[in-house]
């Protein structure tokens, strides 16, 4: 009768080569996300390994062919809809050679899960990918968040407050949209920390019409817009 030996099974994997990683860098805007990314990405390179650069298509803030860190460096990449299409794009054999593969942006990619597992799991590559962890509104953005129990490392990156420098840990949206997925950079949202996105969220929900009456009480400044909200609620 044929039983099941675990220690068979479990070594069996090692004849298939070398194993992935999985490597994530998550935080809010403007917390160098993709300075990290390309930091890690070109030092994979110039160890000799083979890397390729995607990032979404939907992105096209900085150029479409190549990763920018909001400072202006760039990397060329491979703009895609989906990381199904990879594969496919690059070509099997480029696939093959392929040692690292830096993800930008991960949280506009659905199939992000399942490209990750197939190209760590079974196809021995070193994944690393950099995306926002949370929304505007401090929900999960993407499938970023599900990558996490998949993944070898994980680093929280913080920014620097807009309005007291301090470390920021939020994005807040400036614009009244209410659309999850709005592209931009500084014209539409800020780096927060933890007292100013209450505070900036207080401001934003407060009715227009409590916010007039209380310039007429109080200076208008965010605390006062903090304390019209509490009242009004
Ligand atoms: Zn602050």
Redesign the pocket.
């Known amino acids: 009768m044929a039983s099941f030996n675990p220690s068979t099974a479990l070594n069996s994997k090692d004849l298939s080569g070398s194993s992935g990683e999985i490597h994530v860098f998550i935080g809010p805007m403007f917390a160098g996300k993709t300075t990290s990314l390309l930091r890690r990405i070109k030092s994979e390179s110039n160890n000799g390994r083979n890397v390729a650069m995607i990032k979404s298509s939907k992105d096209t803030r900085y150029a479409i062919n190549s990763v920018v860190t909001h400072d202006g460096v760039k990397f060329p990449c491979w703009a895609l809809p989906d990381l199904t299409s990879f594969r496919q794009k690059i070509g099997e054999d480029a696939y093959q050679k392929l040692d690292v593969i830096g993800i930008d942006e991960a949280q506009f990619f659905e199939d992000l899960y399942d490209f990750c597992c197939k190209a760590a799991d079974v196809d021995g590559k070193t994944v690393i990918l950099a995306g926002l962890d949370g929304d505007y509104l401090r929900k999960r953005f993407g499938s970023v968040l599900d990558i996490i129990p998949l993944a070898d490392t994980v680093t929280k990156l913080t920014a620097r407050?807009?309005?007291?420098?301090?470390k920021?840990f939020f994005t807040f949206r400036k614009t009244a949209a209410i659309e999850t997925e709005v592209i931009g950079g500084a014209d539409v949202y800020m780096p927060?920390?933890?007292?100013?996105?209450m505070n900036g969220k207080a401001v934003a929900e407060t009715p227009k019409n409590v916010i007039e009456s209380t310039k007429v009480h109080h200076q208008t400044t965010q605390s006062s817009c903090l304390e019209a909200a509490t009242l009004a609620l």
């Not at 407050?161 to 301090?166: A, P, W």
Request: hydrophobic share 25%.
């Open positions: 407050c807009e309005m007291c420098g301090k920021a927060l920390c933890r007292q100013h996105y």
